[in-house]
């Protein structure tokens, strides 16, 4: 038996270096997004500065590791056995739900799914045990002022996150605006002291309670943790004075950048916090199920049905080893993930200063909160003088600002001002929460500081706000999602193997191998396919219409290709009845229409690289990437229409409906082949045939169209099947049209760039 409890155990801190994998991949956007959003340093630097960060508060999160002992039920309820389920429980789920999470790209928190999947774990054990013999209520087994305590905390957080963010940035905003060298010189050491004290204040004096160093005895005999809170004045007296001086000397002497080094310190000290608050997510169950095995060990005889896990209640240090190794695996992950960099890009996108693709379309809801916004401000203008608006005006007039100048590849998400309060004010939260012993999610913190610094710095413009929200919108209503479903899943498990024992374990252990594996290739599959669009839109820092004309020789020929597979699919999924096949195709034909819909978007970034010369010949770019959206669109008519025929189960297309079909597909193959090929070998002398084949097919459309119509007379004749023919023939005429206006696009502007001679 205690075999099996020690490869229980083992099998804990597996799942444990797994989730720690994945959390970190998730939850690095917390502590890195405001610095590689604001490009304060290279990305190794930051990455460097945080993992320093990361090590350093894994060493404070002892105090932490409560929660998961003891912080949501009371462990003297349960026994060795159920308590080991619930653990086990949590950790199978928790990989699982944050990896499925990063996978898409979207930033959850790593807090609430340990509270709630804590929480449905032990829900559904101590429902069994009520529904045995032992009875009783559920509030005896659950800490309910303890977990409605920290659900609350984390709830409330958001607000206050946001509304500190919002407030503080507008304040910094207006003293230095963004044009903010002139007033650093004089007033940034202040500012750089005040921000650098708070950071040592919420980190080393508050965030110091609980943590391994806490205890220290100093030559006086007083603890570490009751000197720091004796002397909270003149610690903090002495780093403002000391700060603000060394600051202004080194301002003066090594020419530093005040606002790039509080960016630096604060990237350090929010990893620091996020380290120090979050780290119980990832390790906190194990190392309670290793307690519980400890425990049961001391117990030599003990029946683990019966053994309450009384002795969890009380205090229990972790072993320090235990953090350092995780600070070990965190610190390795930073730089190795390729999803954390994934869910960076949600985080920064959202908060980033300047126009462009948006990640998010539109929603009622954002519209509507857009509109009251915009009526109330301009009520609130209509009541301040004139003179105070211009103040403000001027104050936030970005146009002002160094990165104004900038290139738009150049040009960061936002400036270092934004980048250091997004840092000092979600690092001094977290810990004023760690040091409370309250597992605030940082995830929340941090994302709702960047939303709200972001709508300070009117980052959320008439052009972006009803995209922003809709954003952020998205990303809490994930939130609660991960919540509910991290309740929902950990009951059922536990559930499951509360009664499957061995077997279920040895079962769930088995789907999360599968599940993680499945999901691992996913994600390479994306990210070749990212690398594979990143090879297409590239561009240099200034171009050419050389550049331009490459750039759509890649896009265009690829896009033959790909429709050419869709077609193929979709009229072998009509005649087979394939569901499958005809699913794939709609998914091909949504990755086409946004990738064109990306480069349509991305026309204005284009163009202001473009040199004096080129930008007259830009609008037969332009032209093309029209035409591209508009064969996007018809093969998504196409799709879409035969996807939901099979769907719906309605009957097939006749014997001489698909055999008109079958040969429209070929010579569609043929013309798209003929078109790729053109377009490859730059050889516009193809031109003639590829006009021949399109007119001798629109001529057969023509044909499959009458004969069609003249079915339609006969009693027998199917007006679902018939219509579905007639708009894939409507379709397929349009797509040739768009096809072809889109080769004479490229031809004009391949002979912008003199890469052909004009036809004469």
């Known amino acids: 038996m205690e075999n099996f409890y020690l490869l229980l155990v083992i099998v804990l801190f597996a799942l444990a270096i797994s989730d720690l994998v994945v959390g970190v991949a998730n939850d690095a956007v917390n502590f890195v997004n405001s610095a590689i959003g604001s490009k304060t340093a ?184 009751d000197w720091s809170f004796e002397n909270t004045f003149l610690i903090l007296f002495s780093s403002f004075v000391i700060w603000t001086v060394l600051l202004q000397l080194f301002s003066w002497i090594l020419k530093l950048n005040i606002p790039k080094f509080i960016v630096l310190v604060g990237t350090f000290a929010l990893a620091m916090a996020f380290a120090g608050n979050d780290l119980v997510n990832f390790i906190g169950v194990p190392v309670a199920g290793y307690e519980s095995f400890k425990i049961f060990l001391a117990n030599p005889g003990s029946d683990p049905n019966a053994l309450l896990m009384t002795g969890l209640s009380g205090n229990i240090s972790t072993p320090i080893y235990f953090l350092f190794l995780a600070g070990f695996v965190m610190v390795v992950t930073l730089f190795v993930s390729k999803k954390a960099r994934r869910v960076i890009k949600t985080s920064v996108d959202l908060s980033r200063q300047s126009d462009g693709a948006e990640r998010f379309g539109s929603s009622q809801f954002s519209k509507t909160i857009v509109r009251g916004t915009l009526s109330m401000n301009n009520k609130i203008k209509s009541v301040i003088p004139d003179v105070v608006l211009r103040k403000i005006d001027r104050q936030f007039d970005i146009t002002r600002g160094e990165n104004a100048v900038l290139a ?22 977290i810990s004023l929460g760690t040091s409370y012993k309250l597992p605030l999610s940082t995830t929340y913190v941090t994302f709702m500081v960047a939303m709200g610094t972001s709508l300070s710095d009117r980052a959320w413009g008439r052009e972006s706000a009803v995209f922003r929200i809709t954003g952020v919108l998205a990303v809490i209503l994930g939130w609660f999602f991960t919540a509910f479903a991290a309740f929902t899943v950990t009951f059922i498990v536990a559930y499951i193997i509360s009664w499957g024992g061995f077997y279920a374990i040895f079962a769930f252990v088995s789907i999360g191998i599968y599940l993680i594996t499945k999901s691992h290739l996913i994600s390479k599959k994306e990210q070749a396919d990212e690398i594979q669009n990143v090879s297409v839109l590239s561009m240099k820092e200034h171009l050419g219409i050389n550049d331009l004309y490459e750039t759509n020789k890649q896009t265009i020929s690829q896009s033959f290709s790909i429709v050419r597979d869709i077609l193929e699919d979709t009229i072998q999924g009509i005649n087979t009845e394939n569901l499958k096949m005809l699913k794939s195709a709609r ?174």
């Open 42 to 225: 290279s990305f190794k630097i930051i990455m460097a500065i945080a993992a320093l960060g990361v090590f350093a508060g894994a060493t404070f999160s002892s105090g932490m590791m409560e929660i998961a002992r003891k912080g949501i039920f009371h462990p003297q309820m349960f026994t060795f056995s159920e308590i080991m389920v619930i653990f086990f429980a949590v950790m199978i789920t928790d990989v699982i739900l944050l990896d499925t999470f990063n996978t898409f790209g979207l930033p959850t928190s790593t807090t609430v799914s340990l509270v709630f999947e804590l929480l449905g774990a032990s829900v559904a054990i101590a429902l069994v045990k009520i529904s045995n013999i032992e009875g009783g209520q559920i509030f005896d087994y659950i800490n309910t002022s303890k977990a409605i305590g920290i659900i609350f905390g984390i709830l409330f957080s958001v607000f206050i996150s946001f509304f500190a963010g919002a407030i503080i940035q507008w304040i910094t905003r207006f003293i230095f605006s963004f044009d903010f060298k002139k007033n650093m010189k004089y007033l940034g050491s202040i500012w750089g002291g005040l921000a650098i004290t708070a950071i040592t204040y919420f980190i080393l004096v508050k965030g110091l309670k609980g943590s391994t160093y806490a205890d220290l005895v100093l030559s006086n005999g007083m603890t570490l943790a």
């Open 408 to 429: 738009e590849d150049e040009k960061p998400a936002f400036d270092m001002i934004r980048a250091s309060i997004n840092l000092v004010v979600a690092s001094v939260l």
């Open 587 to 760: 998914k091909k034909v949504k990755a086409f229409n946004l990738r064109a819909k990306e480069l349509k978007d991305g026309i204005q970034i284009v163009v202001r690289k473009l040199d004096e010369e080129s930008v007259n010949s830009a609008h037969y770019y332009a032209q093309s990437l029209d035409f591209l959206r508009e064969m996007a669109r018809c093969i998504s008519f196409i799709v879409e229409p035969s996807l939901i025929h099979i769907d719906n189960n309605h009957k097939p297309l006749g014997e001489i409906q698909m055999q008109d079909l079958h040969e429209l597909q070929q010579h569609l193959n043929n013309f798209l082949a003929e078109a790729e090929s053109l377009v490859k070998e730059n050889n516009f002398t193809k031109m003639e045939t590829v006009l021949s084949l399109q007119a001798q097919i629109l001529k057969d459309i023509d044909g499959y169209t009458r004969a069609q119509i003249k079915r339609l007379s006969k009693p027998k004749s199917g007006k679902r099947n018939a219509k579905l023919f007639l708009d894939v023939l409507g379709e397929s005429k349009s797509l040739l049209l768009h096809s072809v206006n889109l080769l004479k696009a490229h031809r004009d502007l391949a002979i912008e760039a003199k890469v052909c001679k004009p036809k004469n």
